[in-house]
């Protein structure tokens, strides 16, 4: 019922920047929470930033400093810009929403950093 859509992928170089969105529709009221994941070939799934409803941040220690997540409730929309980028931010990046009894993800959108 809920469904996310992300785009803003691509390649970029060590040091360079990108910005990701993920659009979410279907049935999204009452609180929530968003974050965006990101997962290298042969690795697992890790957690990159989440976002509460009420704005509240948490970053993994390797992004820190460099990724900004931010949401735009009224557009139902969240956001990654991810500066600073390096070699080990590559993989394919997804967007998560967490409602209270029920969670969805996004198809993923690839990001490639090098050189």
């Known amino acids: 019922q809920v469904q996310l859509v992300e785009s803003g992928g691509g390649l970029a170089q060590p040091g360079g920047s990108l910005g990701l969105s993920c659009a979410v529709s279907g049935s999204v009221f009452g609180s929530n929470t968003m974050g965006w994941y990101r997962q290298a070939p042969g690795k697992e799934r890790e957690l990159v930033a989440i976002i509460g409803n009420g704005g509240t941040t948490n970053y993994a220690d390797s992004v820190k400093g460099r990724f900004t997540i931010s949401r735009d409730n009224a557009k139902n929309t969240v956001y990654l810009q991810m500066n600073n980028l390096k070699p080990d931010d590559t993989g394919v990046y997804y967007c998560?929403?967490?409602?209270?009894?029920?969670?969805?993800w996004g198809q993923g959108t690839q990001v490639t950093v090098s050189s």
């Open positions: 998560k929403w967490s409602g209270r009894y029920s969670a969805t």
